[in-house]
């Protein structure tokens, strides 16, 4: 080969190389990690049951989960604000909106400089565990002790780790605010020693109080869950700063859940933000297409920006 030749594939290889780095590495990143060491998953049972993805309407959904993880989306470090959020897709307690209201959330965070972790945590629908109505609380608690005990490693603020859920993770977000202390599980590891409590909260349409018919959870929901921890009598000043999300004619899951859980968290003296828009029904994510739902993520990222 000739030193000419040499020359312009190295220049390739390196202008090659340049791009590879900046879309798959300088800009952000995702990181799959098992929450659990493995065959040492609490209340987990031997079964036939396996993990589902099911693809359709161009959504990416898991049931049955078995081996939950979090899945960590890095921002560029040059642009990053060292606060990082945990992402809780709905699901109704029977599947997870993986992409939807999981990493399409990390992705726009990470344009924001903020750290999005998707955790994919077990469900109570599932077979493969005993005590289920406790599962999600126990993934959501240990999933927060991991990115708080990996903060050095993805480079951001112990102190400035939240959480966002939608529907039902709006339900599993606000039940790890209130019950982050509350002992769930036998401690395993080192990982286990740091708090599980969020420095601060999104709740994105959830379903909270149990108090009346008229706030019930969607049909076919996991009732036992939904009433076990009795969420707005459980706030305490203590509880996380909040940011609650919610569409009037939310058919799914009432308004008035929101309402019932700002006026909890009024009551106990923690500061609160609530957003609720006439439209939008349930389900809407991000909002991209609702010309009037949109700005509703702005509006989170500015609340964000004044967390102490």
Known sequence: MTNQKLS?????????????????????????????????????????????LRQGDDLLRIAKVQE?????????????????????????????????????????????GIAGIVVKYRLPSSVSQTDQHLVPLI??????????????????????????????????????????????????????????????????????SQRSKEYAPPEGGVPLIYTYFKLEESVTPETPPAFLLHATNDPGVPVENSLVMYQALKNKGVSATMHIYPTGGHGFSLARNNKHLRGWTERWFEWMETLE
């Open 68 to 112: 939950p993880t979090i899945e960590v989306y890095l921002p560029a470090e040059s642009n990053a604000t060292g606060q990082a959020v945990l992402i809780f897709p709905g699901g109704g307690y029977h599947i997870l909106a993986y992409d939807w209201e999981g990493t399409d959330i990390a992705k726009f965070l990470n344009g924001k």
């Open 139 to 208: 993934d959501a608690q240990r999933a927060l002790r991991m990115v708080r005990s990996k903060a050095s490693e993805f480079n951001i603020n112990p102190e400035r780790i939240g959480a966002i859920g939608f529907s039902a993770g709006g339900h599993l977000v606000a039940t790890l605010g209130t019950h982050y202390d509350t002992k769930v599980y036998d401690h395993l590891d080192e990982i286990d020693s740091q708090s599980a409590r969020p420095n601060f909260m999104a709740l994105a349409y959830p379903y909270i």
């Open 8 to 52: 312009i594939n190295i220049r390739c290889s390196l202008v090659i190389f340049f791009f590879t780095v900046v879309s798959g590495g300088a800009f952000s990143q995702d990181t799959i990690i098992p929450l659990w060491p493995e065959n040492k998953i609490p209340k987990r049972i031997i079964s036939e049951e396996k993990e589902e």
